[in-house]
């Protein structure tokens, strides 16, 4: 089992950057492949990154992908995605997720665990 703790959300203006940490518990981070998902009032949870166990593979939404960068530190139990050139549209609550296996998965259904979400805004 394991325990997430996202932090690092807050309210940004566009073009700007932020970066996004979710602290893992337990000696077992390397068995886990990781995701992060968003979640917009209203709307759906969505996939924006995921990464392998040992960070070799990652994967990135269409709507992210240039702009936002996932990885991790297996020796510190830390995911983390930088987001830079941020959007409005980029509003919304983001999860870390994490997933038996080698790689990470854009179902978050796929996922076993949840961090309790952090909260980024951003301001036209």
């Known amino acids: 089992q394991v325990q997430l703790v996202e932090s690092g959300g807050q309210l940004v203006q566009a073009g700007g950057s932020l970066r996004l940490s979710c602290a893992a518990s337990?000696?077992?981070?390397?068995?886990?492949?990781m995701g992060w998902f968003r979640q917009a009032p209203g709307k759906e949870r969505d996939f924006v990154a995921a990464?392998?166990?040992?960070?070799?593979?990652?994967k990135h939404a269409d709507s992210v992908n240039g702009r936002f960068t996932t990885y991790r530190d297996n020796t510190k139990n830390m995911l983390y995605l930088q987001m830079n050139s941020l959007k409005p549209e980029d509003t919304a609550v983001y999860y870390c997720?994490?997933?038996?296996?080698?790689?990470?998965?854009?179902?978050?259904?796929?996922?076993?665990?949840w961090g309790q979400g952090t909260q980024v805004t951003v301001s036209s």
């Open positions: 997720a994490a997933t038996r296996g080698e790689y990470g998965n854009q179902d978050a259904a796929r996922y076993d665990y």
């Open positions: 337990g000696r077992t981070f390397s068995s886990y492949a």
């Open positions: 990464i392998s166990r040992f960070g070799g593979v990652t």
